[in-house]
């Protein structure tokens, strides 16, 4: 039974629009469910659009382990032009002409970063150095270099090229390209690179994420529809976890153990150090395991 004066337990997929802040759809999203209790499983920048995944009360504890999952992006990249934010919000740093990049060129800077690969994240990025953010360090005017770290990109897909040209004249490509990669990949890091080892400088003009796991953008709700409708839109937390993770169905004394923090022989899942759900016999999702050495380990109990 829920307390008086909460919100919802569950989550809500938005399609986020241009121009604001994941923090801001967030606060949105605080004032429509009555509650404070309200989390975001990955920030998208302002110029970004698409699937931001939103939890509300218990589903707070979800995003976390949502965060981990595998996202799909549709962006437009433009070689010739670098930007000290990788992207179209920051000033131009560098022109170059992109006369004598060859189809087959972009071909093979795009395979030099698909696959397991090290990167560094843009500068601009939220990552902290020393408790401050790094893009606070960029604006304050420091040099900023950050660790690169692995990540897998398994699709980078060029759908159309266009021609473009620079207030100079100089001629520029715009590619517009679909990217499946793990968490912590960024899309503006890819641009920047693909346009270093072309010679030409790259940044990215326009994102969309499409997917977050098994969430997508034709399942998301705009800002407005929300406003029209929140109710209806709040996925169950029970629906939320079984979308999202491998579904362990347990008996009640099963059930009973480890809820109550006791390790039991695992489900046998073949899914070592990836979150499982656990539900009971009625249906009601109790919890998120790993498995150990053939043992359940708890890593989050809703009940």
Same mark, same amino acid.
């Given at each position: 039974?829920?307390?008086?004066?909460?919100?919802?337990?569950?989550?809500?997929?938005?399609?986020?629009?241009?121009?604001?802040?994941?923090?801001?759809?967030?606060?949105?999203?605080?004032?429509?469910?009555?509650?404070?209790?309200?989390?975001?499983?990955?920030?998208?920048?302002?110029?970004?659009?698409?699937?931001?995944?939103?939890?509300?009360?218990?589903?707070?504890?979800?995003?976390?382990?949502?965060?981990?999952?595998?996202?799909?992006?549709?962006?437009?990249?433009?070689?010739?032009?670098?930007?000290?934010?990788?992207?179209?919000?920051?000033?131009?740093?560098?022109?170059?002409?992109?006369?004598?990049?060859?189809?087959? !060129?972009?071909?093979?800077?795009?395979?030099?970063?698909?696959? #397991?690969?090290?990167?560094?994240?843009?500068?601009?990025?939220?990552?902290?150095?020393?408790?401050?953010?790094?893009?606070?360090?960029?604006?304050?005017?420091?040099? =900023?270099?950050?660790?690169?770290? %692995?990540?897998?990109?398994?699709?980078?897909?060029?759908?159309?090229?266009?021609?473009?040209?620079?207030?100079?004249?100089?001629?520029?490509?715009?590619? #517009? =390209?679909?990217?499946?990669?793990?968490?912590?990949?960024?899309?503006?890091?890819?641009?920047? #690179?693909?346009?270093?080892?072309?010679?030409?400088?790259?940044?990215?003009?326009?994102?969309?994420?499409?997917?977050?796991?098994?969430?997508?953008?034709?399942?998301?709700?705009?800002?407005?529809?929300?406003?029209?409708?929140?109710?209806?839109?709040?996925?169950?937390?029970?629906?939320?976890?079984?979308?999202?993770?491998?579904?362990?169905?347990?008996?009640?004394?099963? !059930?009973?153990?480890?809820?109550?923090?006791?390790?039991? %022989?695992? %489900?046998?899942?073949?899914?070592?150090?990836e979150p499982i759900a656990v539900f009971d016999p009625d249906g009601r999702f109790l919890a998120l395991i790993e498995e150990r050495g053939g043992k359940a380990k708890s890593l989050a109990v809703f009940v």
């Amino acid at each position: 039974m829920k307390r008086k004066g909460t919100g919802p337990d569950g989550l809500v997929i938005v399609d986020k629009p241009a121009g604001i802040t994941s923090h801001t759809v967030v606060a949105r999203i605080r004032k429509l469910a009555g509650t404070r209790k309200v989390g975001h499983a990955g920030t998208l920048d302002p110029m970004a659009t698409g699937v931001l995944v939103i939890g509300c009360e218990r589903a707070t504890r979800l995003l976390g382990h949502l965060a981990l999952t595998s996202k799909t992006y549709e962006a437009t990249i433009r070689l010739g032009q670098a930007t000290v934010t990788d992207d179209a919000e920051g000033d131009v740093t560098s022109t170059a002409s992109t006369a004598a990049v060859t189809p087959a !060129a972009i071909e093979a800077g795009i395979a030099e970063l698909t696959g #397991d690969i090290e990167q560094v994240p843009s500068s601009v990025s939220a990552i902290k150095i020393d408790g401050k953010r790094s893009y606070t360090r960029v604006r304050e005017g420091e040099e =900023v270099e950050l660790a690169s770290r %692995p990540v897998t990109v398994s699709r980078f897909e060029v759908h159309a090229r266009r021609e473009a040209q620079a207030e100079d004249g100089s001629p520029l490509i715009d590619l #517009d =390209v679909t990217v499946d990669c793990t968490s912590g990949t960024y899309i503006r890091a890819l641009a920047r #690179d693909l346009g270093a080892g072309l010679g030409t400088g790259g940044h990215l003009t326009a994102l969309r994420r499409t997917r977050v796991g098994p969430y997508t953008v034709e399942g998301s709700h705009t800002l407005a529809a929300l406003e029209d409708s929140f109710a209806d839109a709040v996925l169950p937390i029970a629906d939320a976890a079984a979308a999202a993770f491998t579904r362990w169905d347990v008996d009640a004394e099963q !059930a009973r153990l480890l809820v109550n923090g006791v390790r039991i %022989p695992g %489900p046998g899942l073949d899914r070592s150090l990836e979150p499982i759900a656990v539900f009971d016999p009625d249906g009601r999702f109790l919890a998120l395991i790993e498995e150990r050495g053939g043992k359940a380990k708890s890593l989050a109990v809703f009940v």
